[in-house]
């Protein structure tokens, strides 16, 4: 009898637990889609600043290089400083009816859509635009923080299942990509014809001295804010799709009733963690990269390689390219792992931006830019598919740390804006020393000079740089593998 009893309970765990792994922690397609549907508007958003927010700076608003820079840099800066900041306060947050980290993103979204709105509106005065576009930058960089790090932080509280996890991670990827897509698209279609020479004088004068109510100015304008408008109710649709959508689980390690390690201990054990300092380290380079890309090319193509009629199609190619990639790339990792992925992806952009500093044609453009696409696609996808990884193994080493995963997000984010931060802001100060004219419809031999150099040598550099780094990421997936069973063990 005490021997059907002993297999009767070990039948009953068995069955509880194989209920909970398989059937509590898979996701349903709507789930899944829903999750990634919520992380595409910040990509949207996002996209159509990194390729469009400079050139409009410069052009449009008509601020001085010197002070584009600085709108630039402090402008990240203070987004990178905000990211920690709020990582803290989430990990202090109360679970709530909808979860911990859902009321964060529901909140902020209308004040993220107001204020991305006024970064695209030019004053009526000039004096003071400066001090209304760093207002207005730094503003938007806090809300959407509030927004990006509890999204990201997401992940963790879907499922504990790692295969999971990845998958939720590559739809979302393939959204946010395809985000990134329709952002540009949005904003490149809508603004192309701001930027056209058919609204250049026939001598390269400044547009500022034609008035600053000239018809072409009042058109400039009023594209932008029409580009940002529909932006906004992208980001308000797709919010309320992923709180319909997407549940968000309490984390089924952290224990109701022991004490909680203070943030301060917790945080030192996170900036302590090898693999999560490897990681950060690495694509902190990488991302720099894709940033320099990202936000010189539509100025690159304007001013160095004679393709200003052409840059949005080119833009919308790198762009499709990626999001085509994506399923590929979840492939590659699933089949020889991520660390292989991440730098058979990576280099994958190297020769070909050279190549377009090199042969500037419009073939090469889009030879350049399909082979570019598959670059972005795995740098957008292989960092916030490791890091799940890195935080596990974090778990193990640490088993009495609990309920600090929005360190990991936040700090992740903080590093990598800082770092664009200073990297956008010297590319335009790089700008002014070479004599850019604003709202000049041609400039000097130097400028394009320096935009080819931001465009091929800096990437390059930047990228074998973080590669260099990833040698040292000691994850590998007997390691990642190794690491999931010990943690169903422990669940």
Not at 81 to 102: A, C, H, Q, Y
Not at 272 to 296: D, E, G, M
Not at 408 to 429: D, E, P, Q, R
């Amino acid at each position: 009898i005490l021997l059907l009893q002993n297999l009767y309970s070990l039948s009953t765990k068995i069955a509880s637990t194989f209920r909970f792994t398989v059937l509590d922690q898979r996701l349903s397609f709507c789930s899944k889609l829903c999750f990634a549907i919520g992380g595409a508007p910040n990509q949207v958003a996002g996209s159509a600043t990194a390729f469009f927010l400079q050139i409009y700076l410069l052009d449009v608003a008509q601020i001085n290089p010197f002070q584009a820079s600085m709108v630039l840099f402090i402008g990240k800066a203070w987004g990178a400083m905000t990211d920690p900041v709020v990582g803290f306060f989430i990990t202090k947050s109360k679970w709530t009816r909808i979860g911990r980290l859902m009321p964060w993103m529901v909140g902020c979204t209308p004040f993220v859509v107001v204020s991305y709105f006024y970064l695209w509106f030019v004053p009526p005065f000039t004096n003071g635009r400066f001090i209304w576009y760093l207002g207005f930058y730094c503003l938007y960089q806090t809300l959407i923080t509030c927004f990006h790090v509890p999204y990201s932080a997401l992940t963790m509280f879907l499922s504990t299942d790692q295969k999971e996890r990845d998958s939720a991670t590559a739809y979302r990827m393939t959204l946010e990509v395809l985000g990134t897509l329709v952002g540009a698209a949005i904003q490149g279609q809508i603004v192309a014809s701001a930027h056209t020479l058919k609204h250049c004088p026939h001598h390269n004068m400044s547009t500022g001295h034609l008035g600053n109510g000239s018809g072409a100015e009042i058109i400039k304008r009023i594209v932008y804010m029409i580009a940002a408008g529909v932006i906004g109710g992208v980001f308000l649709i797709c919010t309320v799709v992923m709180f319909l959508g997407v549940k968000e689980r309490d984390d089924p390690y952290i224990s109701k009733t022991e004490k909680q390690i203070p943030f301060h201990k917790g945080f030192i054990l996170v900036m302590r963690h090898c693999p999560y300092l490897s990681l950060t380290a690495a694509f902190l380079f990488i991302s720099v990269a894709i940033q320099l890309v990202q936000s010189n090319f539509v100025l690159f193509c304007t001013y160095a390689v004679d393709l200003r009629d052409h840059f949005q199609n080119i833009v919308l190619t790198i762009l499709v390219s990626a999001v085509v990639s994506i399923p590929l790339w979840q492939w590659f990792l699933e089949r020889f792992g991520k660390k292989t992925a991440a730098f058979c992806g990576i280099t994958w952009i190297m020769p070909f931006t050279v190549m377009l500093v090199f042969i500037p044609n419009l073939v090469v453009a889009y030879v350049v830019a399909v082979s570019s696409g598959l670059s972005v696609a795995a740098s957008l996808l292989l960092p916030w598919s490791m890091l799940p990884d890195v935080v596990d193994d974090f778990r193990l080493a640490n088993p009495d740390c609990k309920g600090f995963e929005a360190i990991f997000y936040s700090f992740y984010v903080f590093f990598t804006k800082f770092a664009a931060g200073i990297s956008l802001g010297v590319s335009t100060l790089c700008l002014e020393f070479a004599g850019y004219d604003t709202g000049a419809c041609r400039q000097p031999a130097q400028v394009a000079y320096t935009l080819k150099l931001l465009i091929g040598a800096a990437p390059v550099a930047f990228i074998v740089t973080g590669l260099l780094i990833l040698l040292l990421y000691p994850i590998s997936e007997d390691v990642r593998l190794r690491n999931k069973l010990c943690l169903e063990e422990l669940r």
